[in-house]
């Protein structure tokens, strides 16, 4: 599982430095404070971030070999049909009833598949819902499914 991390962590920063690279030369928007390539330098900063993650923690030795262990068992095949499952229902359900209460629900789900404790979960299914509507609606101006909740701003 080392070399594993320590090769995936290398080709996430590989297509996290493409992807930063490309985002670079899209057009600026006029009139907006952010341009095309705004979103996609998030996602390329966030690719980097994960694969020095998985390059670090591929050197930690020892104490992640019990972890890989413990890891190989076959009760994660639940929490990732949860996880395809959220995407889904997100997918075929946003629309109908909106983001505000699909978004939170698949977070809840996959938090809980991935045993978080529920106060966090709840927490954090609810934060991050609202960090990520703010950011499209105000921010970026994309707006997200309403759904049967009417637009309140």
Avoid: N
């Avoid at 430095?17 to 390329?44: C, E, I, N, Y």
């Avoid at 019990?66 to 949860?82: F, P, T, W």
């Avoid at 395809?84 to 359900?93: D, E, P, T, W």
Wanted: glycine content about 10%; proline content about 5%.
């Amino acid at each position: 599982m080392q070399r594993t991390d320590r090769w995936v962590g290398i080709a996430l920063a590989v297509l996290g430095l493409a992807v930063l690279w490309s985002a670079r030369a899209f057009p600026d928007v006029p009139g907006q404070k952010v341009g095309a390539g705004f979103l996609p330098m998030l996602v390329g900063a966030g690719l980097l971030l994960c694969a020095l993650g998985l390059i670090v923690r591929s050197h930690r030795g020892r104490a992640y070999a019990a972890d890989s262990e413990r890891a190989a068992g076959s009760e994660h095949i639940g929490s990732a049909l949860v996880v395809v499952g959220s995407v889904l229902a997100y997918i075929f359900l946003s629309e109908r009833i909106g983001f505000l209460i699909i978004a939170p629900l698949c977070l809840m789900a996959c938090f809980i598949a991935f045993r978080v404790g529920w106060q966090r979960a709840l927490l954090w299914a609810v934060v991050g819902t609202a960090v990520v509507h703010f950011s499209f609606y105000k921010l970026l101006r994309v707006p997200l499914p309403w759904g049967v909740i009417p637009p309140f701003y």
